[in-house]
């Protein structure tokens, strides 16, 4: 019953370091998207993926890069972070085509020092 | 392009009075609207949302909404409110006509209920 899981829970970097942010889904969706939420701004789409092997952008892709290698897998990586990207990262699921719902993870708090 | 405007960033209310949080959306051909609430350092859980069909959609915890098209509105409501109802709500629109059906959230409300 795990639904939509994301590691780690929370992480520190430095300015410059790279990290990979996992999400994993158990629930056979073929759509994944991750969000950033920022105080006062929502959550704002980064990335999705409409199936295995495919990515696209999203609202502010800008610094991240995605792949979805495996259909239950979306990873989310950092080349080089910036304090700009501090911020609480969110993923999300859902079954496929026409209008279903997304499904959440607990989301990470990353800080970039 | 799509957006969702939600106007009160905080709404504080006292224990058992009525509450409405209001969302006002871009207009759009087909549009599906959904609310979300967040609890202290928790994930998105769906509240409610409306696809099509009757305008007023109930959900869970006792949470209603109405869809009003020709005011582009998706307020949430509900009559009496309790402690554990303090959170963050999201309001989300999904635009139809994309094909992809990506959501477009609210800058969200923050509900601090009083006793």
């Known amino acids: 019953n795990a639904g939509v899981t994301q590691t780690p829970k929370f992480r520190v970097l430095k300015t410059g370091q790279s990290m990979t942010l996992l999400c994993a889904q158990d629930?056979?969706?073929?759509?994944m998207y991750w969000y950033r939420q920022d105080p006062g701004m929502g959550l704002r789409l980064i990335h999705y993926?409409?199936?295995?092997?495919?990515?696209a952008k999203g609202e502010v892709p800008d610094g991240y890069n995605v792949s979805r290698l495996k259909k239950q897998n979306f990873l989310l990586g950092l080349e080089s972070a910036a304090p700009s990207q501090t911020s609480v990262y969110f993923c999300?699921?859902?079954?496929?085509?026409?209008?279903?719902?997304?499904?959440f993870g607990a989301g990470t708090r990353l800080s970039v020092l | 392009a799509q957006s969702v405007t939600q106007l009160d960033s905080q709404v504080p209310v006292f224990e058992e009075a009525p509450v409405e949080l209001r969302c006002n959306y871009s207009?759009?051909?087909?549009?599906?609207l959904f609310w979300y609430v967040q609890y202290p350092n928790q994930g998105l859980q769906l509240l409610l949302k409306?696809?099509?069909?009757?305008?007023l959609v109930k959900g869970i915890n006792g949470f209603e909404a109405e869809f009003n098209k020709s005011q582009t509105s998706f307020h949430l409501r509900k009559p009496s409110v309790h402690i554990s109802d303090t959170a963050e709500y999201f309001c989300?629109?999904?635009?139809?006509?994309?094909?992809?059906?990506?959501?477009?959230f609210g800058t969200g409300t923050r509900l601090k209920v009083l006793a």
């Open positions: 989300a629109v999904s635009d139809g006509t994309s094909g992809t059906y990506k959501y477009i």
């Open positions: 999300a699921s859902r079954l496929g085509t026409g209008v279903n719902i997304q499904y």
């Open positions: 207009s759009s051909v087909s549009v599906y």
């Open positions: 409306y696809l099509s069909g009757s305008t």
């Open positions: 993926s409409v199936g295995e092997g495919t990515t």
């Open positions: 629930m056979n969706h073929e759509y």
